[in-house]
């Protein structure tokens, strides 16, 4: 009885093994390296400043200048979305202000 439990227990980790063999095989994390745009250009111009301090932190001036034209409420949800989904560093109360900056900014183009 001994030896076909040492025996069943010794297939059972064989075939662990060999499962957690082919789940180490099919899993691979790999770093990711990302080169943010370099750039020292700020906004100039009526609610330059709540771009200038709450969208220069992950975009450059020149990212955000190349952009298609969104309507205000477009707008709007990009920059709540940036709030939300990618937790930037955005104060709430300077939203109406850089969505009112982002317009002028896409009419001036």
Not at 16 to 29: G, P, W
Not at 67 to 72: F, P
Request: charged share 15%; with cysteine; glycine share 6%.
């Amino acid at each position: 009885m001994f030896r076909q439990a040492i025996s069943i227990g010794l297939i059972i980790v064989a075939a662990l093994m060999a499962v957690s063999a082919q789940a180490q095989d099919k899993l691979v994390l790999k770093s990711v390296n990302v080169d943010l745009p370099f750039g020292d250009r700020m906004f100039q111009g009526p609610g330059s400043e709540a771009l200038n301090n709450n969208c220069l932190a992950c975009h450059s001036a020149g990212m955000v200048l190349t952009q298609s034209v969104l309507s205000k409420e477009q707008w709007h949800a990009e920059v709540e979305k940036m709030l939300t989904a990618y937790k930037a560093p955005i104060d709430p109360k300077d939203i109406d202000a850089i969505v009112n900056s982002l317009m002028g900014v896409q009419q001036a183009k």
